[in-house]
């Protein structure tokens, strides 16, 4: 039973304009959210996080937004390059941050 | 600084047989994760450990998978005897003990088994 899920397996883009990945979940005691960004062949690396206390965390250009009400977090990248073409994870965890819930990731291609 | 390193990138090996997977994590990282990826799914949970200790293994399929830590520094996973459902990329993660905020796991490239 998947209690983080990304329900948009792909995305394109053309470059410069706005990305936006989208994620939904279930456990309302969830208090981390995390973004991984995965090419090829690599592991997953983190790109931002946001506390459940918090709607909005900027770096850079990328920005995730926490609807809590909704149960529903998105990553909006701006302006969307050619090299953020790659699998974005959204992930959660509760308090002890030691259990990680995984969505499905959606596969983000930046077109030139 | 270097990052967690796994081994091998890539593992074949026929239904039955066993495989081990090592994880180096990053020096000075007491906490240890095993995650798993079957192809077109999450990222799956399979166990912590804190140090040497395993901290939680409740994502641990069945007793054919055994995860050890000695010394609290490299981690092996081995699967014996692997199955066909067993064939996915297996990450390795590694993390400081966190004082406060989100806990930031740094992955390795993987290890890729293919059961036949």
């Known amino acids: 039973d998947q209690q983080v899920k990304q329900n948009s397996p792909s995305l394109s883009v053309q470059e410069g304009r706005i990305s936006i990945l989208n994620c939904d979940y279930t456990n309302s005691m969830f208090d981390y959210f995390l973004w991984y960004k995965k090419y090829p062949a690599e592991g997953p690396t983190f790109l931002i996080s946001?506390?459940?206390?918090?709607d909005k965390n900027e770096d850079g250009r990328f920005t995730v937004f926490l609807n809590k009400s909704a149960k529903h977090l998105s990553l909006h990248i701006v302006p969307s390059q050619p090299g953020d073409s790659a699998v974005y994870f959204c992930a959660a965890s509760g308090y002890t941050g030691n259990q990680f819930y995984f969505g499905t990731g959606t596969s983000l291609t930046v077109i030139p | 600084e270097a990052g967690v390193t796994q081994f091998p990138s890539h593992s074949v090996i026929e239904k039955g047989q066993t495989v081990t997977l090592r994880c180096d994590p990053i020096s000075g990282h007491d906490n240890l994760y095993w995650y798993r990826r079957v192809m077109g799914k999450e990222i799956k949970f399979l166990l912590h450990?804190?140090?040497?200790?395993?901290?939680?293994e409740s994502g641990m399929p069945n007793n054919r998978f055994l995860a050890e830590r000695t010394g609290g520094t490299y981690s092996t996973l081995k699967v014996q005897p692997a199955e066909l459902e067993d064939s996915g990329v297996y990450f390795c993660?590694?993390?400081?003990?966190?004082?406060?905020?989100?806990?930031?796991?740094?992955f390795g490239a993987g290890s890729r088994l293919t059961v036949l």
């Open positions: 946001i506390s459940s206390i918090k």
């Open positions: 993660a590694s993390s400081q003990t966190r004082g406060s905020g989100a806990n930031v796991l740094t």
């Open positions: 450990f804190v140090k040497e200790s395993k901290q939680d």
